[in-house]
């Protein structure tokens, strides 16, 4: 199993900044991928950023110049470092792993963490 806790939400103003915290736990050597999802009141979940094991990163287009994913293997944990927030950033950010396909026939493949809510607004 894995488990994933998130730090590093709260209030910004427009304009504003703010990192995010994923830390992994558990059986991190089956983890292929890690990234940050979001979901506002009455929308979908969204895809923000991913990175893989190899490092490989992928945005979604409206956060793309504004976010950065970045990990810290040494901790096992991931950051999304949120630059230039704007108001349609408020969301409920979530944390993910994607196992490795062996692993996760073994272990699921549903792991997410327990979400840290990100407000921009005046």
């Known amino acids: 199993q894995v488990q994933l806790v998130e730090s590093g939400g709260g209030l910004v103003q427009p304009g504003g900044s703010l990192r995010l915290s994923c830390a992994a736990s558990?059986?991190?050597?089956?983890?292929?991928?890690m990234g940050w999802y979001r979901q506002a009141p009455g929308k979908q979940r969204e895809l923000v950023a991913r990175i893989t094991s190899g490092g490989v990163t992928n945005y979604a287009d409206s956060v793309k110049g504004r976010f950065t994913i970045s990990r810290d293997n040494a901790k096992n944990t991931v950051y999304l470092q949120m630059n230039s927030l704007k108001p349609e950033d408020t969301a409920v950010y979530y944390c993910?792993?994607?196992?490795?396909?062996?692993?996760?026939?073994?272990?699921?493949?549903?792991?997410w963490g327990q979400g840290t809510q990100v407000t921009v607004s005046s």
């Open positions: 558990g059986s991190i050597f089956s983890i292929y991928a």
């Open positions: 993910n792993a994607d196992l490795e396909t062996g692993w996760a026939t073994i272990l699921g493949n549903d792991y």
